[in-house]
């Protein structure tokens, strides 16, 4: 259930409180710099189309409980992160009863500084149900297949370690290897197919002066797909990029690459080989303001069909009671398509809660080397009606659009959150609320859900 609202969005602020009973402290200190937490999150729903069938089969009862586990270790010069857990399952649909532990995680980090280096590694594997990926807090951006409704589970694992020296020399260097994949079973959609997506950046950084940094970069990626193709794709790129200072306030940023694509299908009972060699870059020019800042900035992206230009804009401002980001712009295809594009980010405290609100629109190419425009919304209310109660309500929405040659997959979904939450005792709290969500596809019969969720919490520390 909780996989709906994991990313940290304006929305999702207003729903956590109707997602479950949060037990969030089970916390000792064990130790000079060493945390240890565990959480114990409940939650019991009545939702007539759990699934988001185009047809609903029938009434879902579902109680959950999320067990998460964490260990945290500080010093001056490392940090160490591990988070586990899972949720046991009892749920009465329309088709089968379910009872078991399922949607396993692992979250680890480690970070290490030393005088003129920096070293940090990361690792998460995630299982989700299909119908519990929308969004899920695994990914930093969401894909198409995130919006997609089915049968099955899919399993995610990234891995990322970097490591930097030369911090405080005159010269000094990166590098960057990550490695992600995700792997179904159980599913019938051919949207969703295994796939494994490997990727190294090295550079190479030399300070000329106080106000100016040259750097050269080379980068490398492999691409493999289980999709109806069965396509593989490799890149590379090597450039140089410079950062200078124009004065305190002022400063520019840039970057030129050359690219080569590689990307092999199978079309009919052929291996079809494609190769693109192309330029990419930005430039981005920034100047700070007495509250926030303003930039512009241009771009240039490629992929084994295409190249894209973006043009855009940013303020970011900060005033008493509220944060606001905006972002605006352009964005051309070679192959004709504009698009507009832009970001919004903000946060306002009001005399009786707090507002939020989230929209991030842009125009890329997915996995598939497809162009599509990728739009997410977000808004949240957080209402105190007395020192013990409250109501919220947030909603979110998740697009994807074709502006290419009209092979991508074009879906949305929504989600609306309605709760009201109130503090029985010190250490009780009561929550009641309504979820509405629906799958939207083109020539397809909208899918919708209604569920009821009504929670009692308790919240407790133990410190030996």
Same mark, same amino acid.
């Given at each position: ?5 994991? $990313? ?24 000079? +710099? ?41 010093? *001056? ?32 980090? &480690?970070?290490?500084?030393? *005088? ?98 040259? $750097? ?112 605006? +712009? ?27 609100? +989230? ?21 949240? &209310? ?37 709760? &009201? ?12 609320? &309504? $979820? ?29």
């Amino acid at each position: 259930m909780t996989g709906g609202w994991g $990313r940290k969005s304006a929305a999702g602020i207003a729903s956590a409180a109707v997602i479950g009973l949060m037990v969030p402290g089970v916390q000792a200190q064990v130790g000079s +710099g060493v945390n240890v937490t565990a959480d114990l999150e409940s939650s019991f729903s009545i939702d007539d189309n759990k699934n988001l069938n185009r047809v609903s089969p029938g009434t879902t009862t579902n109680f959950e409980t999320r067990l998460t586990f964490g260990i945290e270790s500080e010093t *001056p010069r490392a940090r160490v992160q591990l988070r586990t857990g899972g949720v046991l399952r009892f749920e009465n649909a329309p088709d089968d009863d379910v009872s078991e532990f399922d949607d396993p995680f692992v979250i680890f980090s &480690y970070g290490l500084d030393r *005088p003129d280096s920096r070293l940090n590694a990361s690792l998460r594997y995630r299982t989700n149900r299909i119908t519990d990926t929308f969004l899920t807090d695994l990914d930093a951006d969401f894909l198409e297949d995130d919006l997609v409704t089915d049968t099955g589970v899919v399993d995610s694992t990234s891995a990322r370690l970097n490591y930097r020296f030369g911090i405080d020399s005159p010269i000094g260097g990166s590098f960057t290897i990550q490695r992600s994949e995700r792997d179904y079973t159980g599913t019938t959609n051919p949207d969703l197919f295994d796939r494994t997506s490997d990727s190294a950046r090295v550079e190479g950084i030399f300070r000329i002066n106080p106000v100016a940094t040259a $750097r050269i970069i080379g980068t490398w990626g492999e691409y493999t797909a289980d999709d109806i193709e069965l396509t593989t794709r490799d890149s590379s790129s090597v450039g140089a990029g410079l950062s200078y200072e124009f004065s305190p306030a002022m400063r520019f940023d840039g970057e030129i690459r050359s690219n080569e694509i590689e990307t092999v299908e199978t079309i009919g009972f052929a291996r079809i080989t494609r190769n693109n060699t192309a330029t990419s870059g930005f430039g981005r020019l920034t100047r700070d303001l007495p509250n926030g800042t303003i930039s512009g900035s241009i771009a240039t992206e490629v992929n084994s069909l295409t190249s894209r230009t973006t043009v855009r804009a940013d303020r970011t401002m900060e005033t008493p009671g509220a944060l606001f980001n905006i972002g605006v +712009g352009v964005s051309e295809s070679d192959t004709g398509d504009t698009s507009v594009i832009g970001s919004l980010d903000y946060v306002r405290e009001l005399s009786t809660g707090i507002l939020t609100a +989230g929209l991030d629109q842009s125009a890329v190419a997915n996995l598939e080397d497809e162009e599509v425009l990728r739009t997410q919304f977000s808004i949240a &209310y957080l209402h105190e009606l007395t020192p013990s109660s409250g109501l919220d309500v947030g909603f979110e929405l998740a697009r994807t659009d074709d502006i290419g040659l009209g092979d991508a997959n074009e879906q949305t979904r929504t989600e609306f959150t309605l709760n &009201y939450r109130r503090e029985l005792t010190e250490d009780w709290d009561w929550t009641i609320g &309504y $979820r509405g969500r629906q799958s939207r596809q083109p020539g397809v019969d909208t899918a919708t859900s209604n569920a009821i969720l009504t929670t009692i919490s308790r919240s407790f520390s133990l410190r030996p």
